[in-house]
């Protein structure tokens, strides 16, 4: 009977919520589904919702939805504000400076609106994500003032391989500049960026890109160098430093994403439950389900509030 309850209540929108036992700002709360105001969820239902499809069957990114990641949600109003925060959505600036386009919240809010993204489309999250954790979080700890005054207004606008220590490619100084020689495989968002961060050891090539069998809309491409210059201003953290920069928060950004996919995937599942019947009943009302439904909500808060944590002791 408790699980009948359970799983009845979760259909009727009911749902265990890990931010009632997580402590959060009131910020960080606003980039989820709060009962008065729910930004993020509605970009990703009513702008990213209905493309999904169509961007998964051309393995190709709608450029409406990179715009709106950008400008704050095309399609439901422009320039959002968060109520009672007094901060705007810049959902490819979260943690960025306020003066230097972006949002200036926590990495808790990145988090989260990349776990929203993730339960309408995980290609459109792995944007967002490797944008924010990676590269905005890399130029925000270790760029110089001048790196960050530089590159982080360009990727707070729209014109802008997972082993991080395998590195091939190679970067040899020559006066005032690094000349950087090899190739970049599996590198995310490459098709449609403007803007590279590259780990070298110590003219660059858009090449093939990939057809993958999941997340089909996020391109992934080899990048070809070929004696590419690039100005010692540029390089960050300093000479040699590189690996120090290969932090946890793109990791935690990667489980934030399938925490968001697996969520998505469930609260597609759940309804199904109640709609197919066998034997004159619906078979989410089987014991037998109830318990495989109960385990996975179990599984999933688990696993959201370890990710809630690690983003939290980053």
Same mark, same amino acid.
């Given at each position: 009977?408790?699980?009948?309850?359970?799983?009845?209540?979760?259909?009727?929108?009911?749902?265990?919520?890990?931010?009632?036992?997580?402590?959060?700002?009131?910020?960080?709360?606003?980039?989820?589904?709060?009962?008065?105001?729910?930004?993020?969820?509605?970009?990703?239902?009513?702008?990213?919702?209905?493309?999904?499809?169509?961007?998964?069957?051309?393995?190709?990114?709608?450029?409406?939805?990179?715009?709106?990641?950008?400008?704050?949600?095309?399609?439901?109003?422009?320039?959002?504000?968060?109520?009672?925060?007094?901060?705007?959505?810049?959902?490819?600036?979260?943690?960025?400076?306020?003066?230097?386009?972006?949002?200036?919240?926590?990495?808790?809010?990145?988090?989260?609106?990349?776990?929203?993204?993730?339960?309408?489309?995980?290609?459109?999250?792995?944007?967002?994500?490797?944008?924010?954790?990676?590269?905005?979080?890399?130029?925000?700890?270790?760029?110089?003032?001048?790196?960050?005054?530089?590159?982080?207004?360009?990727?707070?606008?729209?014109?802008?391989?997972?082993?991080?220590?395998?590195?091939?490619?190679?970067?040899?100084?020559?006066?005032?500049?690094?000349?950087?020689?090899?190739?970049?495989?599996?590198?995310?968002?490459?098709?449609?960026?403007?803007?590279?961060?590259? =780990?070298?050891? *110590?003219?660059? %090539? !858009? @090449?093939?890109?990939?057809?993958? /069998?999941?997340?089909?809309?996020?391109? #992934?491409?080899?990048?070809?160098?070929?004696?590419?210059?690039?100005?010692?201003?540029?390089?960050?953290?300093?000479?040699?430093?590189?690996?120090?920069?290969?932090?946890?928060?793109?990791?935690?950004?990667?489980?934030?994403?399938?925490?968001?996919?697996?969520?998505?995937?469930?609260?597609?599942?759940?309804?199904?439950?109640?709609?197919?019947?066998?034997?004159?009943?619906?078979?989410?009302? =089987?014991?037998? *389900?109830?318990? %495989? !439904? @109960?385990?996975?909500?179990?599984? /999933?808060?688990?696993?959201?509030?370890? #990710?809630?944590?690690?983003?939290?002791?980053?």
């Amino acid at each position: 009977i408790c699980k009948f309850k359970f799983a009845t209540a979760y259909y009727r929108g009911l749902r265990l919520n890990s931010l009632d036992t997580f402590t959060v700002t009131e910020e960080e709360n606003m980039f989820r589904d709060s009962d008065h105001i729910c930004l993020v969820k509605r970009f990703a239902v009513d702008v990213v919702g209905p493309k999904v499809r169509e961007m998964d069957e051309k393995e190709s990114m709608d450029p409406t939805i990179i715009q709106g990641l950008f400008e704050q949600g095309v399609g439901i109003q422009t320039r959002l504000f968060l109520k009672h925060a007094n901060i705007t959505l810049q959902l490819m600036g979260i943690e960025t400076s306020v003066e230097h386009g972006g949002a200036k919240a926590s990495f808790v809010s990145a988090i989260i609106a990349i776990e929203e993204l993730a339960k309408i489309d995980p290609s459109v999250s792995v944007m967002c994500d490797v944008h924010n954790t990676l590269v905005n979080t890399i130029l925000c700890t270790y760029g110089t003032k001048e790196q960050q005054d530089k590159w982080l207004p360009l990727l707070s606008e729209s014109k802008l391989g997972s082993d991080a220590f395998a590195l091939q490619t190679r970067a040899k100084k020559d006066g005032d500049h690094w000349v950087i020689n090899g190739s970049k495989m599996w590198v995310t968002n490459s098709h449609e960026a403007e803007i590279f961060l590259v =780990f070298t050891n *110590m003219g660059m %090539q !858009i @090449a093939k890109k990939e057809e993958k /069998l999941g997340i089909r809309a996020s391109s #992934t491409c080899t990048l070809n160098f070929d004696d590419l210059r690039v100005p010692t201003e540029n390089i960050i953290g300093g000479e040699g430093k590189g690996y120090k920069l290969t932090s946890a928060a793109g990791r935690i950004g990667i489980a934030a994403q399938m925490l968001g996919l697996a969520q998505g995937a469930f609260d597609k599942a759940i309804p199904y439950t109640y709609q197919r019947t066998q034997f004159g009943q619906p078979i989410g009302t =089987f014991q037998g *389900m109830q318990f %495989q !439904i @109960a385990r996975a909500a179990v599984e /999933l808060e688990a696993a959201r509030l370890l #990710t809630y944590k690690a983003a939290r002791r980053k």
